[in-house]
């Protein structure tokens, strides 16, 4: 990963008249109508609403875990709506890192080696592996720590090893549900500042749901959801 000024400026995500709605039994409930989002590259942005409005589903839907019903999602120069489901997960193996609440670590293996897997999928060598695993340890502060398993590692630092993680292939957009959701108030405080410092020093571009005002305070731009409609963004 290269460190970089930051640069805001040409839409890496543009969103455009999204609709989404899931089928319970007979009932079709309607979650998003009618989103419009820009995101530019560089940019670090909150999404904030009441619980149900849609944040999730709409990350889902970027980050191409999911599919609309209509409109078109355009993320780093693809329309993903139009990618089968192998495009697409090659796509979202290159473009996004993921990090999620409860840090989705596997259990068995050390930090280093839930740092590793993502880069299975590339065409690396076993040292070259490691050697990017650690270049991501180092930076989110655990060089010291790779040893261990997750359950060896406070919460904080679970999440800095899955931050490590979703950086190491150097993807194009990070997007982030609810990362300090599961941490005490000094733990979340090193996750939001290592966020915002890959966002500041490596000009990543990030996605972050919350309900935390803190987490949002640091984004450079909130969205608010409601209803399944987004409103103008304020900061
Ligand atoms: N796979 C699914 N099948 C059926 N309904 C779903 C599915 N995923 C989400 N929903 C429903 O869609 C609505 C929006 O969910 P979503 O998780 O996007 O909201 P959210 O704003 O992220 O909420 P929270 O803040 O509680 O996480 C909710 O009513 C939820 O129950």
Redesign the pocket.
């Known amino acids: 990963m290269t460190r970089s000024d930051p640069v805001v400026g040409k839409p890496l995500v543009s969103v455009e008249n999204i609709h989404k709605s ?3 039994g007979s009932q079709s ?1 309607s ?1 998003l109508r009618g989103i419009d989002l820009s995101v530019g590259r560089g940019d670090f942005i909150a999404l904030m ?11 889902n839907l970027i980050a191409g875990l999911d599919r609309p019903d209509q409109g078109s999602l355009i993320v780093a120069g693809t329309d993903i709506t139009q990618l089968g489901e192998l495009d697409l997960a090659r796509w979202r193996a290159i473009h996004i890192g993921f990090i999620f609440q409860f840090y989705n670590l596997l259990p068995v293996l050390t930090g280093l080696e839930n740092v590793e897997l993502p880069l299975l999928l590339r065409n690396l060598s076993r040292r070259e592996r490691r050697e990017h695993a650690m270049t991501a340890l180092e930076l989110v502060g655990l060089a010291d720590r790779v040893k261990h398993t997750p359950r060896e590692l406070s919460g904080g630092q679970q999440q800095r090893v899955a931050i490590a993680r979703a950086i190491v292939t150097d993807p194009t957009l990070l997007v982030a549900d ?1 990362p300090t959701g599961d941490l005490d108030k000094n733990s979340a405080m090193e996750v939001l500042e290592l966020l915002e410092q890959l966002n500041r020093e490596f000009n990543k571009t990030i996605i972050m ?1 919350t ?1 935390d005002p803190r987490a949002a305070d640091k984004a450079r731009l909130i969205h608010h ?1 409601d209803k399944g409609t987004l409103e103008s963004p304020g900061k």
């Open positions: 899931y089928r319970r409930i979650v609403g009441p619980s149900g409005s849609g944040k999730t589903t709409l990350l609810e749901v309900h959801l």
